[in-house]
């Protein structure tokens, strides 16, 4: 029960935020050997299970994903049946660590990122643009190909348009905060789609069009982590 759960971890402040949360007053408690640990489970019935297992890897966490919170430790592991299976997956971990797009793109001075201008925000060099071009390009010739029509919409759209559609009252938490312009709230846009509905909307459209197919290469803008 959750008293008996909080007398058991007093001393662990984390646990006890967690044990608050639960709804329900029965929570969940695992023991391997002389560890316990709060945990929803399951687990396996005996640790000599595990026949195969690596720490592979430690980095800094904010307590829930949240910055304001405390910054934590969390050590990342795998577990196989075999060692093999172990010794196959660190074989390709290695291989995708030598593909890794961030260690490319500083290598072969592809593109930067840089903590003053935001991260994750990608500045592209010289050298990047020139494949960044040749993949638009061949995006571009294969939808035209395809029957696609290649159009463009603007970067921003009032908030209102966003009302309408849905995205404002589902996704809200997802995008980013309005800008007033003139006294009219606009917020960068999240996807391309109603821009192209506004394209289909600007006249009367017959059957004989059908299928019509728009394609944008768009830059759109989400709050997400």
């Not at 040749?134 to 290649?150: L, P, S, T």
């Not at 995008?175 to 960068?188: A, D, K, N, R, T």
């Not at 109603?194 to 059957?207: A, M, N």
Request: charged content about 30%; glycine content about 6%; aromatic content about 12%.
């Amino acid at each position: 029960r959750k008293e008996e759960a909080r007398q058991l971890f007093a001393t662990q402040p984390y646990k006890l935020e967690l044990i608050d949360d639960i709804p329900d007053e029965k929570v969940n408690v695992y023991q391997q050997g002389s560890f316990t640990d709060l945990c929803r489970g399951p687990h396996v019935s005996s640790t000599g299970e595990i026949k195969a297992f690596k720490l592979i890897s430690i980095a800094g966490a904010y307590w829930r994903g949240d910055e304001h919170r405390p910054m934590l430790q969390r050590i990342y592991g795998v577990a196989f049946d075999t060692k093999e299976a172990l010794a196959e997956h660190l074989k390709k971990l290695e291989e995708a660590a030598r593909r890794d797009h961030r260690k490319l793109g500083r290598e072969l001075d592809l593109f930067s990122i840089h903590e003053e201008a935001g991260p994750g925000l990608v500045h592209w060099h010289p050298k990047g643009a020139v494949i960044r071009r040749v993949i638009e390009d061949f995006w571009k010739d294969e939808h035209v190909k395809r029957g696609y029509d290649i159009i463009y919409t603007p970067h921003i759209a009032k908030l209102d348009l966003w009302r309408t559609s849905g995205h404002w009252e589902f996704y809200h938490d997802y995008l980013y905060s309005p800008m007033e312009v003139e006294g009219q709230e606009y917020i960068v846009k999240p996807m391309n789609c109603l821009g192209h509905i506004l394209i289909y909307k600007t006249k009367l459209r017959s059957y004989r069009e059908l299928p019509l197919r728009y394609a944008e290469l768009g830059t759109v803008y989400r709050y997400e982590r």
